[in-house]
């Protein structure tokens, strides 16, 4: 009974994972597509790709996902995960049907942390504060703050160099920054994944603490998150990509390249899952500040950081729902 859970949450956690692939396909590309320095299947292919090899460049973000909570062992603690990855998929599908951009990643720990509170479970409160709220906070801060500062180097730079020759030549560009882009969103959310089958085999008594992530459960991550991002999501690429503000080429180049390094040094020196959805969509708002500060439609940017704040306690708040409906169907004390 308790293995057949332990494959049941295995198969949960990947179905999540291509779900934050479909969802989170268009940080990757959405502004390059805009641009039209690539087409969206051949953006959709290099960004599949890239996740894929991003997944196995890192095992700190895992490692930080699998201690956010201690969930008893047996099936009382493998029905609490199950209600967690179910709370985050859930949020997934009602953010992805409506177009917003909100953070798998948050939903993610929002998902166990209402599951754990649901259950009594401990939480280890310190490392949702410091690996997750604060750099939910200042990663967007500076993503945005960044990339304006980019964007206005970029233009006296090439101050002199007329708008269409400028533009080729960041198109040609963006190719690399996409590329960089899928990768570190590939080392951000495939590790989360892997955090949380990490967790279950944990729990299930199959691994022990300080154990080294098992060669096939970074591949089935890597393989679930690159087959979700190259089915696409194109309803939030509409809003990443458009809806913002009308990229250029050039600012789609400053976006991406700023996004991917704060996944980057987030991700190797502070272990912290942050939100790839946040960073990217912080960033595109920066370079489109640059324009003016009228030309970003801060109305739908409102209705995003609205779904970005509702993303962990709601996530948390079904994942606590599912916790009750699964004790009962399990039978637990």
């Not at 290099?46 to 969930?71: H, R």
């Not at 560009?173 to 590939?186: E, K, N, R, V």
């Not at 096939?216 to 190259?230: D, E, H, K, N, Q």
């Amino acid at each position: 009974m308790e293995l057949a859970i332990i494959v049941a949450v295995v198969v949960v956690a990947l179905v999540f994972d291509y779900t934050n692939g479909f969802h989170d396909a268009a940080n990757a590309i959405a502004t390059s597509v805009s641009t039209r320095a690539l087409t969206p299947r051949v953006a959709l292919g290099l960004a599949a790709v890239m996740n894929f090899v991003g997944a196995f460049l890192g095992q700190k973000v895992a490692t930080t996902v699998s201690e956010v909570i201690d969930p008893p062992s047996g099936t009382s603690g493998l029905v609490v995960v199950m209600a967690g990855l179910l709370g985050a998929i859930a949020w997934n599908m009602i953010t992805w049907y409506y177009g917003l951009p909100s953070s798998s990643s948050h939903a993610l720990i929002g998902g166990l942390v209402g599951a754990a509170l649901a259950s009594a479970t401990w939480v280890n409160w310190s490392k949702v504060i410091d690996k997750v709220v604060i750099p939910m906070i200042v990663s967007p801060i500076f993503a945005f703050s960044f990339a304006f500062v980019v964007m206005v180097a970029i233009m006296w730079i090439f101050r002199r160099v007329s708008p269409s020759r400028a533009n080729r030549g960041f198109k040609l560009a963006q190719t690399a920054s996409a590329a960089a882009m899928a990768l570190g969103h590939g080392l951000q959310d495939a590790q989360k994944t892997m955090g949380v089958i990490f967790l279950a085999l944990l729990t299930g008594g199959y691994v022990a603490q300080g154990d080294g992530l098992p060669f096939w459960v970074i591949a089935s991550a890597a393989a679930a998150i690159s087959l979700g991002t190259y089915a696409g999501g194109w309803r939030i690429m509409r809003t990443l990509g458009r809806r913002i503000i009308d990229l250029d080429p050039p600012r789609g180049f400053a976006a991406e390249s700023v996004a991917a390094s704060v996944l980057y040094t987030t991700a190797y020196a502070f272990e912290a899952p942050i939100s790839t959805t946040h960073t990217i969509t912080s960033a595109v708002m920066g370079v489109g500040a640059t324009k003016r500060f009228s030309a970003v439609r801060w109305g739908v940017a409102r209705s995003i950081v609205t779904a970005w704040v509702l993303t962990f306690p709601m996530a948390g708040l079904v994942a606590a729902s599912l916790y009750w409906i699964l004790k009962f169907v399990f039978q637990l004390p």
